[in-house]
């Protein structure tokens, strides 16, 4: 699944304000706990300093401790029934051999305390507070008039107070957060869409107007932080883009002049090229002609000789000079037929050849040669 930046940063704030707001809702109830747990020490002070101060009168008689904290039991039920705080719930009186010595309920009296965890927090200094199911109890030392301990009262305050008080400040807390985290997401929406996403869109569209081709898409971004310097990037990645499309474009045109010149030049030497080999076409064809009537009269006076002619010497000259005439007339249409295969009309006949006749032909066109230099030829 795709996230985009907003939300993603977004989720950030929304973590870090739920974060802030936990820790302080947190300090706030341990402050909170801290603070009643002092006032229930202070208000269990106030509701036993009378009595510590009779303990500490009626010692100097050397009155045995226990019996000291039985005498001051009487006055427990008392206490409870006319004090002013409505958390009170009990007090008690235990001796240093954890014996309870006085207790409203009177069931209880002399008898062992068995609460372990209120039994390991007892200090003989100073006051300890211990956490019980539903209360806590102070437990406030008891001195005789030497100094000595003699046991501890034990004031015990419901905690539906710090319940209450708690569950009121998580309430709010609730409250605030959703308020809280409701304006920071909006406030944050709008600073991330101004800020963030606009100058990213702006860039986004240009990247796809380059890759069309468009180079003229604008970027309307002059802040100075890191989006500025991006924009600032993709204007110059702009202008080398453009600077290189310039030089494609003299390199395309310069190709282009070059190729259309040696096209031009190949052209012209090709024009050349078929007139000249036109030229010689009409030469051979010229050529062939002039030399092909004289060639006939040679051919047709040898002829009417060879006809008239009755010594057989110079009938066979005769005869010598017409199959010389027909081979050099053959070369003259051999010639013709060049110049038909540049024209594209050249054909081809197929015709019997005569070997006999090709031999005698040939014995007579080397005759006179074999008798200039004295030599037979078979």
Known sequence: MRISIAHK???????TITLILGASTSL?????????????SEKADAIVSPMLSEINSLTKDNTVGSWVLKIQGITLKNILKNNTFDDLQTIYFIDQNNFIAA??????????????????????KQNAIVAMEQQYAVAVPISNFQGENIGYVIVSFSDKDLALKTKSIISNAVSLFAIYLLTALIIAYIIIRR????PIDQLVEFSHAVTTGDLNCPINIKSQDEIGTLASGFKMMRAAVRQQLNSMHEQHSLLEDTVAKRTQEYL???EQAEQSNQAKSRFLANMSHELRTPLNAVLGFSQLLQD??????KRRYLEAISISGNSLLNVLNDILDLSKIDAGKMQLDIERVEIPKMCHELNMMFLQLSAQKDSTYK
């Open 103 to 124: 207790h409203p309920d009177n069931s209880k009296v002399d008898t062992l305390e068995t609460n372990q965890v209120l039994l390991k927090q007892l200090n003989p």
């Open 9 to 15: 940063i977004l989720m950030i704030i929304g973590f």
């Open 28 to 40: 706030h109830v341990m402050e909170l706990k801290e603070q009643t747990l002092l006032n229930m």
């Open 195 to 198: 800020i963030i996403l606009q």
């Open 308 to 313: 008239s002619e009755t010594d057989k010497n």
């Open 268 to 270: 012209d030497a090709k």
